[in-house]
């Protein structure tokens, strides 16, 4: 049996990441949100599950987003589930727009436009997302496209 003191943090065996604080986490470093820019603003993303050699279904990541940012307008086949940790916000689903808060729970079907923003906070919005491991890349949603949804 793998013991934690062992602090074997690659591979696909037990092992527990203590937090520092909401939001950080002992030996999991800050990465881009995504590697092009200029659709999004102000974000931050923490792997959590599913990068260091682990076997699930599913990855688990930590996304923090600066007072006035917000993520990617966005659709995809694969579905989601995002819970607040840090904060407040907004979820954008299509045309709705939902306040969220600590302990808020969403779940994003296949293909639902959706977007995360943080408005009105003076403090980042963070939260847990839990997606397939197996999964499509994302499209951008424009404008227009999006006035489609709504109508």
């Not at 930590?62 to 307008?73: K, L, R, T, V």
């Amino acid at each position: 049996m793998q013991r934690s003191s062992d602090n074997r943090l690659e591979g696909n065996v037990s092992k527990v990441f203590k937090s520092l604080t909401v939001g950080r986490w002992k030996h999991i470093e800050a990465e881009p949100y995504k590697k092009e820019s200029g659709s999004y603003k102000g974000m931050t993303r923490f792997e959590l599950v599913g990068k260091r050699g682990e076997s699930p279904h599913f990855h688990t990541r930590y996304f923090e987003i600066d007072p006035e940012g917000y993520s990617s307008f966005e659709q995809h086949e694969h579905e989601h589930v995002v819970m607040v940790l840090r904060g407040s916000g907004q979820v954008r689903i299509g045309c709705d727009i939902i306040e969220l808060a600590g302990g808020d729970l969403v779940y994003i079907r296949p293909n639902d436009p959706h977007q995360f923003l943080n408005t009105g906070s003076d403090e980042p919005f963070g939260f847990i997302c839990m997606v397939n491991a197996e999964r499509d890349r994302p499209v951008s949603v424009d404008g227009a496209e999006s006035c489609e949804i709504c109508q």
